[in-house]
């Protein structure tokens, strides 16, 4: 297993982050703990997860499957390095009251109290936000977060689907305060989706910030779902269905495909080891909800990918380019 420094901090995880959303919606709580051990044994050590996680009626079901898996013991919470979320509503649709969402302090302190629970566990590795809230300063939001660390509840703070400005007002609203401020950023970020080198990706770099993307087969778009269909009869479904019905986005997914086709190259190990190579990358999130879709994400980590497919890549799914030269016209 390949390992890096998340961010500017000393904490080392793996290359890959174990996602776990398909856990209790998709995938059932045995096969939820083998995925867990089978990514441990392989030597992942980041798992990332969220309050809300679990979805509708069951928000929190998937912290609670974590939960269970961690009160088997053999080391499993001390070799983990655990992330979760909070910004959401926790309460059921239609009995949300006042201050059971966003960033307010109230709500971070009662979030990580249920979170902990739900873990079996007494402290988070790193706490982050799920969101941005423009309605808490980041006084507030430093604030309770400095107490939590003073009580070793959490240890790290980080970021999901924030915009580079926020980024930099969030540390250095910490700076102020003599925080470390934010030590990651969770964003959308693959080989179709490349807006956040803009951005998001200087600002995460110029702060310090590990980058860790999500979804990065963008909704199983790079999963080579021309090839499925055309082997295996399986249509694709839902966003990336909705996208293949674009004639130019198909042309692009075919052009990927069979650039990959002729360097015997498996299109979502792909995707993952290409992300692997962009500066600033942390680790891609993996969902798997099988053992063998953990495998592929697994091979992708010895996969090294030669000049000419780099070149291919960029060819078919050209970047933005840097900010402020790539909005010039």
């Known amino acids: 297993m390949k390992y890096t420094q998340l961010g500017r901090t000393g904490l080392k995880v ?30 992942l050590n980041f798992v990332d997860t969220a309050n809300v996680y679990g979805w509708g009626e069951n928000k929190g079901r998937t912290e609670e499957i974590i939960g269970t898996w961690f009160a088997q013991g053999g080391g499993r919470r001390e070799k983990t390095v655990l992330a979760t979320k909070v910004y959401a509503s926790m309460s059921r649709e239609g009995d949300t009251w006042p201050n059971e969402d966003r960033l307010s302090a109230l709500n971070i302190r009662r979030a990580v109290e249920a979170s902990l629970k739900r873990l079996r566990t007494d402290y988070i590795d790193l706490y982050q936000f799920h969101h941005i809230d423009r309605r808490t300063p980041f006084e507030e939001i430093w604030q309770a977060v400095d107490v939590l660390i003073r009580q070793g509840k959490i240890l790290y703070a980080g970021s999901s689907n924030f915009p580079g400005y926020k980024i930099a007002q ?7 305060r003599g925080m470390v401020g934010l030590v990651s950023e969770q964003c959308l970020y693959n080989l179709a989706e490349r807006r956040a080198e803009m951005e998001v990706v200087p600002a ?26 055309v082997e295996g009869g399986r249509r694709a479904e839902g966003r990336s269905a909705d996208a293949l019905a674009n004639s130019s ?35 891609p999130i993996v969902g798997p909800r099988t053992a063998g879709q953990l495998e592929s994400a697994l091979r992708a980590l010895e996969l090294e990918l030669g000049e000419e497919v780099l070149a291919g890549l960029d060819e078919i799914f050209p970047g933005p380019g840097p900010s402020p030269e790539a909005f010039a016209w």
Request: hydrophobic share 40%.
């Open 14 to 43: 793996s290359r890959l982050v174990l996602g776990t959303m398909n856990f209790g919606p998709q995938t059932d709580e045995p096969t939820s703990h083998g995925i867990l051990d089978a990514a441990l044994d392989a030597g």
């Open 170 to 176: 969030a540390n250095e609203t910490a700076a102020r």
């Open 204 to 229: 995460a770099r110029e702060y310090g910030l590990g980058v860790i993307p999500w979804s990065p087969l963008h909704g199983g778009l790079l999963g080579g779902v021309i090839r499925k269909e």
């Open 249 to 283: 986005v198909r042309a692009q997914v075919q052009a990927y495909e069979d650039l990959l086709d002729k360097h015997g190259l498996e299109p979502g190990e792909t995707a993952l080891a290409w992300l692997l190579t962009r500066p600033g990358v942390t680790g």
